[in-house]
Nanobody, 117 residues
């Protein structure tokens, strides 16, 4: 099972990016409990950005509330993170996760997001 995150890049303050996460391998929507996004900036601890449960309930970190939107599509084994009104402090490596009944928490490789003028 692998998670592949994509969509990172360089963007100016105030801009937007959309991150995607695709799960491949022995994945079944029946066993997917939810998706999550974390980030880690240089010299800082990894922090939760947002997650979404299989029933659609979402949770956001305080620093991104009102700016980021998380979505998940278990049938397509994908998740997205729409990031708007980006700030320099959003610069970090972003990681996607998926919670599976059988495997526990799965992590993908990170994708770099840099917000700078």
């Amino acid at each position: 099972v692998q998670l592949q995150a994509s969509g990172g890049g360089l963007v100016q303050p105030g801009g937007s990016l959309r991150l995607s996460c695709v799960a491949s391998g022995s994945i079944s929507p029946f066993y997917t409990l939810g998706w999550g996004w974390y980030r880690q900036a240089p010299g800082k601890e990894r922090e939760l950005v947002a997650n979404i449960e299989v029933g659609g309930r979402t949770h956001y970190g305080d620093s991104v509330k009102g700016r980021f939107i998380v979505s998940g599509d278990n049938a397509e084994n994908t998740a997205h993170l729409q990031m708007n009104s980006l700030k320099p402090e959003d610069t970090a490596v972003y990681y996607c996760t998926m919670r599976d009944v059988r495997y526990g928490d799965l992590w993908g490789q990170g994708t770099q997001v840099t917000v700078s003028s």
